[in-house]
């Protein structure tokens, strides 16, 4: 049974910075797609980044870019999301989930990095970012 469990979650000051922890039961990272995804009330679920474990390929949404960075520890089934210049719209509940990537599709860690394409999910941190 895969289990992805978060952790990392809390209260922060707007332009403060705090980061993720996902782990992963159930699953070894081996040519997986797994990332940060978040959800606004009312929008649906999007990526905020994701990551291969095959070849390090990085996705990132525009909104992020230059203030969140991915990483992965194989070894210990874990990715991460260091959040920095964190702003009040980034106040939402983060998800991590996972998908293998399916031999000769074509798939990208972009094309992927999205509601549709991940498979397993956790149940969310809340990151709260205010004054």
């Known amino acids: 049974q895969v289990q992805l469990v978060e952790s990392g979650g809390g209260l922060v000051q707007p332009g403060g910075s705090l980061t993720l922890s996902c782990a992963a039961a159930g699953i070894t990272f081996n040519n997986y797609a797994i990332g940060w995804f978040r959800q606004v009330p009312g929008k649906e679920r999007e990526g905020v980044s994701c990551i291969s474990t095959s070849d390090g390929a990085i996705y990132y949404d525009d909104s992020v870019k230059g203030r969140f960075t991915i990483s992965t520890n194989i070894a210990k089934n874990r990715v991460y999301l260091q959040m920095s210049g964190l702003k009040p719209e980034d106040t939402v509940v983060y998800y991590c989930?996972?998908?293998?990537?399916?031999?000769?599709?074509?798939?990208?860690?972009?094309?992927?990095?999205?509601?549709?394409?991940?498979?397993?999910w956790g149940k969310g941190t809340l990151v709260t970012v205010s004054s």
């Open positions: 989930a996972a998908s293998r990537f399916v031999d000769y599709s074509g798939d990208t860690v972009a094309s992927v990095c999205n509601y549709y394409g991940m498979s397993y």
